[in-house]
């Protein structure tokens, strides 16, 4: 791991949250650990967060890459939101990269998927790979590899307490994410729109079939 900070760098912010919904308690409850997803940010405030998640509350197994708010994590719950950021210093070069691996993902959002199956793998921390398709732990170790702040072969078994003990030393801040967050946070997610039943079950089969077909059609 490359652990040195850069003069004149520029940072990336790597968020672990702790999720207010039923399926993050029953990955917390099952990994025994405090967060259940992480994202990535080029901002303290965290105002936008880039990862791999559901698009809607109510349709939970439909998802992919999303410009996130972390108005989702707060909005309609009167629970805490604890959250553990890290600040890592890049060089030009490596912020570059990570900026614009991001930018292509953006731009192509329409090809990449939410990992259902690794998901569903998570608490063994069993990765199933499959093209374009990504959970949000998947995704930001991706970017870290990236940003050479991990290496090639890192192994973690996907696992979120070990990432955080291997990014311990870059650690800025623990507690209600309510503390850090700014007056310009990104509000342009859809995650509290309300999807129909018939479209959540359409889309849910849709999304399984796909994931089906990349993995066994390579």
Known sequence: MNTEVKDNSKSIYVIFLQTPFKIGKLIRFVTNYKYNHTSISFSENADVLYSFARYNKNSPFVGGFLE???????????????????????????????????????????????????????????????????????????????????????????SFSLLAKDLNEYKIYEGDINSILSNNIYEGDVFFEKINRKKVFTDTIKSLCTLSHRLFCK
């Open 68 to 158: 996130e708010s972390p108005l989702r994590y707060i909005k309609d719950t009167d629970k805490r939101t604890c959250v553990k950021v890290f600040k890592i210093n890049l060089e030009d070069k490596y912020y570059n990269c990570v900026k614009s691996y991001i930018e292509d993902i953006k731009n192509n959002k329409s090809e990449y998927m939410y990992n259902l199956f690794s998901a569903m793998l998570y608490p063994l921390h069993k990765q199933v790979k499959i093209k374009n398709a990504y959970i949000c732990i998947e995704f930001v170790i991706n970017v870290l590899k990236i940003a050479n702040v991990l290496p090639e072969d890192y192994k973690s078994k996907y």
